[in-house]
Nanobody, 124 residues
Framework: QVQLVESGGGLVQAGASLRLSCTAS????????MGWFRQAPGKEREFVAA????????YYNDSKKGRFTISRDNWKTPVNLQMNSLKPEDTAVYYC?????????????????WGQGIQVTVAS
C-alpha cells in the first residue's frame, strides 16, 4: 500500500501563488509516477499535472501549463505543485495520486492511490 498526504492548501486572493506538496510513504518502490488532479463542486475530477518518480519527466493539462508547475528534487522528496496567478476558477479540492502503471498519466483511471485531498480557495 501507498499513503499520500497533501499539504499547502488554503485561502488566497486572486493573483496570488500557492504551493501544494504531496508526500508518499509505504511501498513507494512500486510507484512509476505521481499526479495532481482537482475537483470543483459539481464537476468531474480534472487532470492538472504529473511527474515520473525520478522527477525527470512532466506532463500537463495544456490549459494549466504556464501557470502551474509540477516538480520534485529527487525520488526522496515531496512532489510539489506551484500555482501562480491564481484565479477564482482554480478553486477546488486538489488531490495527489500515484500510479504503478508504466504508462498513462492523464486519467483518473490510470492511478491506484489517492490522497484525501486539500482545499484551495481563490477569492476574487
Amino acid at each position: 500500500q501507498v499513503q499520500l498526504v497533501e499539504s499547502g492548501g488554503g485561502l488566497v486572493q486572486a493573483g496570488a501563488s500557492l504551493r501544494l506538496s504531496c508526500t508518499a510513504s509505504g511501498r513507494t518502490n512500486s510507484i512509476y509516477a505521481m499526479g495532481w488532479f482537482r475537483q470543483a463542486p459539481g464537476k468531474e475530477r480534472e487532470f492538472v499535472a504529473a511527474i515520473n518518480w525520478a522527477g525527470t519527466e512532466t506532463y500537463y493539462n495544456d490549459s494549466k501549463k504556464g501557470r502551474f508547475t509540477i516538480s520534485r528534487d529527487n525520488w526522496k522528496t515531496p512532489v510539489n505543485l506551484q500555482m501562480n496567478s491564481l484565479k477564482p476558477e482554480d478553486t477546488a479540492v486538489y488531490y495527489c495520486a500515484a500510479t504503478t502503471a508504466v504508462s498513462g498519466r492523464r486519467s483518473t483511471r490510470d492511478y491506484d492511490y489517492w490522497g484525501q485531498g486539500i482545499q484551495v480557495t481563490v477569492a476574487s
